[in-house]
């Protein structure tokens, strides 16, 4: 009996024990798929590629576990307030000149205040205006929130999920799991779309990655950018010192999110800088066709634009 042959091409709804089925093909098979699933939505040798801005470091008051920047850590990250508008205009700019087609601005708030959004209304207009796609991270929204980053021209709002509910509350015990569903409800009220993802490698199980992959499957409507993370391991932080996990489950993981949500963009997101020129390779093949561009996520390292020129010539991989 082949597996592969037995398993929906295209699904509305996954169960758990479906994705982890996925996982558990023979590694040809799930990748043959992957690829098949992704050409038949995407051109397999195009990547869209982003820059994430911090524009506010540190100081933040959730405890999230993997999490460098949380008040609740010593993890040496100092606290920078909020960038002045021309700077996020000229790192912008700099990006749109090294190829990024998307600008993404990450704060470190739980939730912003009021005087707080203001600038960064102004940050997205003005990102707006330089002919960029524009993304914002800021933490959990309040009511009317969402629409007034989509009346600035916010295009992407993310806000990761991190894992399948049964292991949330061991990464992260000041913000639930329905918060998080709840700010995604709003910015897909307002019109937006959502850039939500998670992290594997903090200690989870496969079917706990399975159960984050169904929780992004399965929403009404999947996140446009479906960003999947690698724990970048920052000393300081309580999951610092967790067990690496397997370079092929990554991938494994990779081509998983690209069969359930076949129409989503899949970013290679943090851990870039960790891997192998070869796991990167398998992971586009895998149907990842995302990346962040840049030397830095937030506060933890990445490929520089130049090693990811190289990656793309060797590979024959141009930006979207």
């Known amino acids: ?27 040809a098979d799930l990748i043959h798929r992957a690829q098949t699933v992704h050409r038949e939505h995407f051109d397999p040798n195009a990547v869209q ?23 609740h850590h010593d993890a040496g990250v100092e606290n920078q307030k909020l960038l002045d508008v021309d700077e996020v205009i000229a790192a912008a700019r700099a990006a749109k000149e ?48 969402a629409n007034r980053l989509k009346d600035a021209g916010l295009d992407y ?32 009220d307002a019109g937006m779309n959502v850039c939500c993802g998670g992290i594997v490698g903090m200690g989870e199980s496969r079917l706990q ?9 399965n929403m009404e409507t999947p996140p446009e950018s479906v960003p999947i993370n690698l724990l970048t391991q920052v000393e300081g932080t309580p999951l610092y010192g967790t067990e690496a996990l397997d370079e092929i489950e990554f991938v494994r993981t990779i081509a998983a999110a690209r069969i359930t949500m076949p129409e989503s963009h899949v970013r290679l997101s943090a851990g870039r800088g960790q891997m192998s020129d070869a796991t990167q390779a398998l992971c586009f093949i895998a149907g990842a066709n995302s ?30």
């Open 49 to 71: 590629v982003s820059t994430l801005l911090s524009i506010k470091t540190g100081g933040c008051s959730e405890d999230c576990g993997y999490c460098p920047q949380s008040a």
């Open 209 to 217: 990655r399975a159960g984050l992959i169904a929780q992004l499957a």
């Open 98 to 145: 090294s190829g990024a087609s998307r600008f993404c601005m990450g704060a470190a708030w739980r939730s912003p205040k009021q005087r707080d959004l203001e600038p960064v209304l102004k940050m997205i207009a003005e990102v707006k205006a330089l002919g960029l796609e524009t993304c914002a991270t800021l933490g959990m929204l309040k009511d009317g929130q």
């Open 291 to 320: 990346i962040f561009y840049g030397e830095k996520l937030l506060t933890t390292g990445n490929p520089d634009t130049e090693a990811d020129r190289q990656l793309f010539d060797k590979l024959g991989i141009h930006p979207e």
């Open 1 to 27: 009996m082949n597996k592969v042959a037995d398993l929906p091409t295209t699904r509305k709804s996954w169960r758990i024990d479906e994705i982890v089925e996925l996982f558990e093909l023979p590694f």
């Open 157 to 188: 709002y993310n806000h990761n999920l991190d894992t399948a509910p049964e292991f949330y509350g061991e990464v992260i015990g000041t913000r639930t799991y329905q918060d998080r569903l709840d700010t995604l409800e709003q910015v897909r």
